[in-house]
């Protein structure tokens, strides 16, 4: 063998010996023209160690639902990923992807519990997680890691539950100058929080999120975190999101990855495999919001799902969806609201 040759087999040798263990996913996201800083940067979440609904595969969200509007079936051809935004044009934003067995099926259906991250973080089988760049065209881009699981377990208040859902999407934005990361966002409930790159927690180079139990909103520390219910006021302590360092997720090990044209309004996948046009959906990821439940300072215990990523506000001024922007140059366990 020549050198050349001996180099190829240590090659061929170190592939498998990635692929049999950490990140096939990645290896091939890594193939593509994705910027490389967006997955050496790539946030990790600790899943809370006691919550029964982890990350879920996207497609599977299609093949466990059928589209309502006004709570009726609507007729479609079959519905998968490459084809979800056709719902656009047979009720747009009224369109609920209504879960087979209902929202309040006891037991709850298996599919609602996702999948549970292997040793090495990836959720075999289940692609999980979407990546969306925004390129600013000024040297600042926006790396979106857009979370997804199937069932979104409320908080519980004074014994009561409030807000579960199906479908739930969460995200953690990275803002970078010049491929260097400046800040980050992090989604919680309807608003979140944006922390420096310099103040987050990391493995290596990698910024670490915690994800709540149930409700799954991002936080930068572990602990218990106090929230408030928009609309109304609760004492302090009474809502609170629990986060441990549980399970790790390594969302990029098995995610698409898209790069978003503010001008068109259109997505463009890094690989041809990764599907597109569900992107596009106007309608929401989970049931419609049950009639009739007894209702606790306006609340329920089953809400409708919700929107999905285009709604998340990819172009932004700042690393937060809104201003004012305030970055924390270090980490806090409250979140704003
Ligand atoms: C976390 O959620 C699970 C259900 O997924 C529940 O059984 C458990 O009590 C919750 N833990 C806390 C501390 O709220
Ligand atoms: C749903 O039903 C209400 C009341 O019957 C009707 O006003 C509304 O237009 C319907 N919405 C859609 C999207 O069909
Ligand atoms: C469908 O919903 C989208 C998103 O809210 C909106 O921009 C669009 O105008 C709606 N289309 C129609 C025909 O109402
Ligand atoms: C909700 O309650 C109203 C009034 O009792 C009733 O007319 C209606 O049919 C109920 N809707 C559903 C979906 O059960
Ligand atoms: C690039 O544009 C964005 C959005 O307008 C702005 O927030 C950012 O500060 C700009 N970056 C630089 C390096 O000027």
């Given at each position: 063998m020549n050198s050349l040759a001996s180099l190829m087999v240590a090659l061929v040798g170190l592939q498998v010996m990635l692929s049999s263990g950490t990140a096939i996913a990645q290896i091939v996201l890594a193939t593509?023209?994705?910027?490389?800083y967006v997955l050496d940067y790539a946030p990790l979440i600790w899943l809370y160690s006691q919550d029964a609904y982890r990350p879920s595969d996207i497609g599977q969200q299609v093949v466990h639902t059928l589209p309502e509007v006004n709570r009726t079936v609507i007729e479609t051809p079959p519905l998968n990923l490459n084809n979800l935004d056709i719902l656009n044009n047979l009720g747009n934003t009224s369109v609920y992807l209504t879960s087979k067995e209902g929202i309040n099926a006891d037991p709850q259906p298996a599919w609602l519990d996702g999948v549970t991250p292997n040793a090495q973080g990836k959720t075999e089988g289940a692609v999980s997680c979407a990546i969306v760049v925004y390129e600013h065209g000024n040297g600042t881009v926006d790396a979106f890691y857009f979370y997804f699981y199937a069932y979104n377990l409320g908080d519980t208040v004074l014994g009561m539950e409030f807000g579960d859902h199906v479908g739930d999407w969460e995200h953690n934005m990275i803002r970078f100058e010049n491929g260097t990361p400046q800040a980050l966002w992090y989604s919680q409930h309807s608003y979140g929080q944006a922390f420096t790159y310099d103040a987050t927690e990391k493995q290596g180079k990698r910024p670490i999120g915690y994800s709540g139990n149930?409700?799954?909103?991002?936080?930068?520390?572990?602990g218990d975190h106090d929230h408030t219910i928009p609309g109304f006021n609760l004492p302090e302590g009474l809502i609170v999101d629990h986060t441990d360092q549980g399970v790790l997720w390594d969302?990029?090990?098995s995610a698409y990855a898209y790069s978003y044209d503010a001008t068109t309004q259109t997505f463009t996948p890094y690989d041809t495999s990764y599907p597109v046009n569900?992107?596009?959906?106007?309608?929401?990821?989970g049931d419609d919001q049950l009639p009739n439940q007894t209702e606790i300072f306006g609340q329920t215990k089953y809400s409708a799902g919700p929107n999905g990523p285009k709604f998340k506000k990819l172009v932004r001024e700042e690393v937060c969806p809104s201003s004012p922007c305030i970055v924390l140059p270090f980490r806090t366990w409250k979140e704003e609201s």
């Open positions: 593509t023209s994705i910027p490389t149930g409700t799954h909103a991002v936080y930068s520390i572990a969302p990029i090990q569900w992107l596009y959906f106007n309608g929401q990821w």
